[in-house]
């Protein structure tokens, strides 16, 4: 960090409101929150690492936890889908961490994480460092846009991914809301693995509804580097024959190889697209935290941890949860808000242990992911997974888990059980 950024930097931490009491952080000193007794860092405030810092505390409340989060407020990826299309806005997917502040004594740092040095227990904020005993880093996604020619600084700001809830989601909202009735959206999904599988499929689903009811003549057009649908691939192909022929376009096995902005042209493996819209998902990897304090060995893109314990299999005493997450090293599991938050509970067990000098605990993980086909109806794939010693892997327990048999407007109220009831989870 160079002086001017540092000025910047510690300008807007002053200015900023933090939800540690009314205690100012000290931006001037190199080392802020000095450490008293046992503490827990936890970086990144989303489904894997608000849900781990509130259980952390839950088990010890006089342990000292500190969840760091660069953005003031948490905005959920689940249900933002539903706000491109209008049913719902962004303020019915944004919440506040004060809760876990007031109610559970987390000192909540909104401040963005620039290093961490795992050797000597400490990161470095935008508002000075924090010394820690273990570190749960949920990093979530970061994405890789090398492999698709002209996908440069400004096609990456006109062609909006919206995998990460926020400007995006709301960029794409209004691209929608201003597409003249016959033109068409392009939208790109890449290999697995990606952030949500049944994600793209949703919104091609809802964005395909809102065209058939507001965009006459209008189409979606997915081009998919799979070579099939990666996610209850029966139940949104029935949708997409019943509700939205001629709207929806579906192209497997069509990898995007280069964006032509002028002409807002997808080159893919399949053939050449034009959308007025184009909604391109790129390739991802671990979020930039992952990377820093050389956890990331070289050459990989997900993190490799202990499907025990989730520490790191570079650095002891850091934990690393979520997307981020080697499904190679740990076991094949979705990554979704669901994985990400058990994972949180398993990993704050965990860490409960260690401190204490114990063995882990063996984690036990679930996931249902409801997906909306329409504004009223829903479907949805569950399942459970638990640690297998032998494997030494997390599996999928075969007896658990499956996908809805049919689609339908009671699965479509309790997707929006199932919003209220891991919100309030992870921040109530
Ligand atoms: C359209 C869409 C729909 C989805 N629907 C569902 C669903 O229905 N069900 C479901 O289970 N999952 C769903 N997901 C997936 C879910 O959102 C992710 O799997 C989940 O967010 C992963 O949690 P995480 O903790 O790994 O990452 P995140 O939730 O992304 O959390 C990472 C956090 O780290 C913060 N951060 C990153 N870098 C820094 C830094 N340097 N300093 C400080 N903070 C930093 C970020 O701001 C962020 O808050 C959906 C995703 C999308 C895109």
């Not at 376009?249 to 069509?254: A, G, I, L, T, V």
């Not at 002028?262 to 399949?270: C, D, H, I, K, N």
């Not at 297998?388 to 007896?399: E, H, L, R, S, Y």
Request: contains cysteine; charged residues 20%; proline residues 5%.
């Amino acid at each position: 960090m160079n002086r001017r950024d540092f000025i910047k930097n510690t300008a807007l931490g002053v200015g900023a409101v933090t939800l540690f009491g009314s205690r100012a952080f000290n931006v001037h000193a190199g080392e802020i929150l000095p450490k008293k007794g046992k503490r827990v860092v936890v970086a990144g405030g989303g489904f894997g690492g608000a849900t781990a810092a509130k259980y952390l505390k839950m088990m010890d409340p006089k342990l000292d936890v500190i969840l760091i989060e660069e953005r003031a407020s948490f905005i959920s990826c689940p249900v933002s889908n539903l706000v491109l299309v209008g049913l719902k806005e962004m303020k019915d997917i944004t919440f506040s961490y004060s809760t876990l502040a007031k109610k559970y004594g987390i000192s909540v740092l909104n401040a963005k994480i620039l290093a961490i040095d795992p050797v000597s227990h400490k990161v470095e904020t935008s508002k000075g460092s924090v010394a820690f005993d273990r570190l749960i880093l949920s990093p979530g996604v970061d994405f890789i846009y090398d492999n698709i020619k002209g996908m440069d600084a400004r096609s990456q700001e006109l062609f909006p991914h919206a995998v990460k809830a926020g400007p995006q989601t709301i960029q794409l909202t209004q691209e929608l809301k201003a597409m003249k009735p016959g033109e068409n959206m392009v939208m790109s999904i890449p290999e697995a693995p990606f952030r949500c599988p049944p994600g793209p499929y949703e919104r091609a689903c809802l964005v395909a509804n809102y065209l058939k009811n507001n965009k006459k003549g209008s189409k979606i057009i997915v081009l998919d580097a799979n070579q099939d649908v990666v996610s209850k691939a029966k139940l949104f192909k029935a949708a997409w024959k019943d509700y939205y022929e001629g709207i929806v376009e579906y192209h497997p096995d069509s990898e995007v190889k280069e964006i032509k902005a002028e002409t807002r042209t997808v080159v893919a493996s399949s053939g050449e697209y034009v959308g007025a819209i184009l909604n391109i998902i790129p390739e991802q990897k671990a979020g930039s935290m992952a990377f820093m304090g050389g956890l990331m060995p070289q050459g990989r893109r997900w993190s490799p941890v202990s499907a025990l314990s989730f520490e790191s299999s570079v650095h002891k005493d850091v934990h690393i949860i979520g997307d981020a997450t080697d499904g190679d090293v740990i076991g094949s599991m979705p990554k979704s808000g669901f994985v990400a938050s058990t994972m949180g509970k398993a990993a704050a067990a965990s860490v409960m242990a260690m401190l204490a000098g114990k063995e882990p605990v063996s984690p036990y993980l679930a996931n249902t992911c409801y997906s909306m086909v329409n504004e009223r109806e829903a479907i949805y794939v569950t399942g459970v997974f638990e640690y297998d010693p032998q494997t030494k892997k997390i599996a999928g327990k075969k007896a658990a888990g499956g996908v809805s048999p049919e689609r339908s407007v009671l699965l479509g109220h309790q997707a929006e059980d199932w919003a209220k009831g891991i919100w309030s989870d992870t921040l109530g």
